[in-house]
């Protein structure tokens, strides 16, 4: 530091200049003795400029000494300044980079280590940096732990600065973990659960286990506008529909307190379906994050308003598609067997031979009939995906239909495929679609049923049968309400579908669905 060495050039030179003067000033005198007489006055040269131009010089190199010595004392402090307000810098841009508890009080440990320069240890909540060392130790403000300086003289009161900075940087860091942790469980509950009285149950007790609320609820909107309390847990509310009339309209727009220390947010995903509500102190410092959580709310009443609709599409489809089965199969069947019976009755009395011939197709035709109505019903019959998973579902299916429809069935199943409900059911209507068609219509003596996942892109279900095959899809009827409906079900979900078939050559049906 340049004031540093200004201080001892000073100090070099209050040691050499005064002796070094009254060394020139004696010197200079004796050298003019021999052309001066030898009085008084020479003692009192001597005196004067051998003594006082020493200790002068000496006094002005002190008084500059001095005033060097508190600029280098200014620029210490404000060096040591510099270095604490680093330190404390360094405390928060390292806990915006640590993810988690363990690794925050490592980076703290390290950067105050390096910026202070001598050891430190750091422990916090039970995880531990650095060496204990015996030296100074303060607490960390709120928070379990400690701050220790491995140093021979460290300023106590710093420290205690220091530890505040540290427990703030440290708390950012646990309420950080705790919200990412909330998230993750509010989506692992969004991805495990169907049922929406079930899901709204599990996001309400991780929203109000969060925000430390003593009661909640969630009310959604019905179609005539009246607020529909679904889930209440220790709240003070109506038990049934009401119209949402002062405080509650504003709820319905944003954030808002019906009450003292109840807060409602509304559930908005496009357009508002419902509201949160919480009762708790202390509410109004966590609005932001509530209100995200609820928009994940409001996204999970969607999604599950979603699927109840495509449900009911696909319950109204499969009438309709049973409806023209029976129009175009067992209908006509009917009207046939009914004609055959009235010429077999006119015929009886005429030609028996000709009759017993007709009679023998109308018992033909009521035994496919029989058959296909059986198929049919079983096709109908629900099966638990919930209860037995869906590939012991897919495997139970598969068997009992085969046996029904007289052929043999071989499957590829993995040991577990990863998808959502929705891409699961999706892969389930196809592999009931194929089967049936494949009966109906390949006649076929063997099906492969092969299931396999596809890395990290989805699942490939595969229906391979030895059928009769067909040349388009539309000659085998499979153009309209078949494979068609899978066709769209499948693409609505960003998958692949597709056939292939080859008359004698049998019938391929393939399905490809994302996570």
Same mark, same amino acid.
């Given at each position: ?123 916090? %909540?039970?995880? @531990? #940096?650095?060496? !204990?060392?015996? &030296?100074?130790? $303060?607490? +960390?403000?709120?928070?379990? *732990? /400690? =701050? ?56 309400? %007790?991780?929203? @109000? #286990?969060?925000? !430390?609320?003593? &009661?909640?609820? $969630?009310? +959604?909107?019905?179609?005539? *506008? /009246? =607020? ?288």
């Amino acid at each position: 530091m340049v004031s540093e060495n200004l201080l001892r050039l000073v100090r070099l030179a209050q040691r050499l200049l005064p002796p070094l003067i009254a060394a020139v000033v004696v010197a200079f005198e004796l050298a003019l003795l021999p052309y001066r007489h030898q009085d008084m006055t020479l003692w009192l040269r001597l005196g004067f400029y051998g003594l006082v131009g020493p200790l002068v010089t000496y006094a002005v190199l002190e008084w500059i000494a001095q005033e060097v010595l508190e600029k280098v004392r200014a620029e210490r402090a404000l060096e040591e300044a510099n270095r604490r307000l680093q330190a404390a810098g360094r405390i928060f841009r390292e806990a915006l980079k640590s993810q988690n508890l363990e690794e925050a009080t490592g980076r703290l440990a390290q950067a105050l280590q390096e910026t202070l320069g001598y050891g430190v240890a750091l422990e916090v %909540e039970g995880v @531990r #940096a650095g060496e !204990e060392c015996g &030296g100074l130790r $303060v607490e +960390l403000p709120g928070l379990r *732990g /400690f =701050l220790e300086a491995c140093s021979e003289a460290p300023d106590r009161v710093f420290l205690e600065v220091l530890a505040h900075e540290v427990a703030g940087a440290l708390q950012s860091v646990v309420a950080r973990s705790r919200d990412f942790l909330t998230l993750y469980e509010v989506d692992q509950a969004l991805k495990a659960e169907a049922n929406l009285d079930r899901l709204l149950e599990g996001l309400l %007790e991780r929203i @109000r #286990a969060w925000a !430390e609320a003593q &009661g909640g609820g $969630v009310l +959604l909107l019905d179609e005539e *506008g /009246f =607020l529909v309390p679904r889930v209440v847990r220790d709240l003070d509310l109506p038990g049934h529909p009401f119209l949402p009339e002062g405080p509650w309209r504003g709820a319905l727009e944003g954030p808002i307190f019906v009450a003292r220390d109840t807060l409602a947010l509304p559930l908005r995903a496009r357009e508002t379906v419902g509201v949160l509500v919480l009762r708790g102190q202390g509410l109004s410092r966590r609005i932001p994050f509530l209100s995200f959580l609820a928009s994940q709310v409001a996204l999970a009443v969607r999604n599950a308003q979603a699927y109840l609709r495509a449900e009911e599409l696909a319950i109204n489809e499969e009438r309709t598609r049973i409806a023209r089965e029976i129009h175009d199969g067992l209908a006509q069947s009917l009207a046939f067997m009914a004609l055959k019976l009235d010429l077999a009755e006119r015929l009886l009395a005429k030609d028996q031979e000709a009759a017993l011939k007709a009679l023998r197709e109308v018992k033909d035709a009521l035994r496919a009939q029989i058959r296909e109505v059986r198929r049919s019903i079983f096709a109908l019959r629900p099966i638990d995906l919930e209860r037995y998973g869906f590939l012991e579902s897919v495997r139970r299916y598969a068997q009992a239909f085969a046996e029904q429809a007289g052929f043999r069935v071989l499957l590829s199943l993995p040991e577990r495929v990863g998808l959502s409900q929705a891409s699961e059911l999706v892969l389930f209507r196809v592999l009931q679609e194929a089967l049936t068609n494949a009966a109906k219509h390949g006649k076929p003596t063997r099906v492969e049923v092969v299931l396999e996942p596809l890395g990290e892109r989805g699942a490939r279900l595969t229906v391979r049968d030895n059928g009769k095959g067909f040349q388009s899809p539309e000659a085998a009827g499979l153009g309209g309400f078949g494979l068609t409906q899978m066709r769209e079900r499948v693409e609505a979900r960003g998958g692949r579908f597709l056939v292939r078939s080859e008359p004698g050559k049998g019938t391929e049906v393939v399905a490809e669905v994302p996570y």
